[in-house]
């Protein structure tokens, strides 16, 4: 019994913005501080990040201190709603709990997306499914650095921005649907929006129907995981795919 309360409070407090920000808030520091030296060789930034910059830029809202105070100030209130309501002290064994599923995640992603992805298209073999995936032509270091940049801001940008965003819209527009048809049609617009933004800007990827489905069914995968264990886990995921895809097939 006291091993079903643990794993059921574990799973509650685990999808919680509270344990999101502690374990993302490290690897948003190591991004920042690390495009800054990889921007000395390359003007270059993961594209989620700089759109969201470009779109606060444009609003009036953006420099390098206003975004980080506002950024702050939104999740830090989010917290603290959060920690008034459940209270309770951070518990670290979660957190090590937390690194573990992402990493086992992280390694099913491209089996479980190359599989599917055949599904959609037969005649594919797996590890040209998995190959279809992000590349680059910078150096190894610069491209981990990416990594963390596209974990954290393309889970914010798709998953938490838009993919909620486009759920409370479509509540809103169509209250006659049901919640997992709105929450589908949701998922769907997200994940297709997700796959064609990488192949948008300078350093877009040539577009291959192979490479927009394997990365729209990666989008619907990310989009179920972040429904289901939250934003911190849904962007270590992403992050530590994307550092293993960078060393093992060199990007």
Known sequence: MTDLRFARTYWEASRSWTYSLILVVPLLIIYEAGILAVQLQHPVRNGADALIKALLQVAGVWSAVG?????????????????????????????LFMAGESVLYALLLA??????????????????AIAASPGGEF?????????????IYEELLFRVLLMSGLRLALRKLFPAWAPW?????????????FSAFHYVGAYGDPFTITSFTFRFVAGLVLNALYAAR?????????????????????W
């Open 181 to 193: 048809v709105v929450t589908a049609v949701a998922a769907v617009a997200a994940a297709l929006l």
């Open 111 to 128: 089996p479980v997306v190359g599989r599917l992805t055949q599904a959609v298209l037969p005649g594919l073999s797996a590890p040209a």
């Open 230 to 250: 939250g934003y911190g886990i849904a962007v270590w995921t992403h992050t530590l795919y994307d550092i293993f895809l960078a060393v093992t097939v060199g």
């Open 139 to 151: 150096g190894l270091g610069a491209m981990i650095i990416l990594s963390l940049g596209a974990g």
């Open 67 to 95: 975004f980080g105070v506002l950024l702050a100030a939104a999740l830090g209130a989010r917290v603290w709603v959060e920690r008034k309501r459940h209270g309770g002290a951070v518990r670290r064994e979660y957190l």
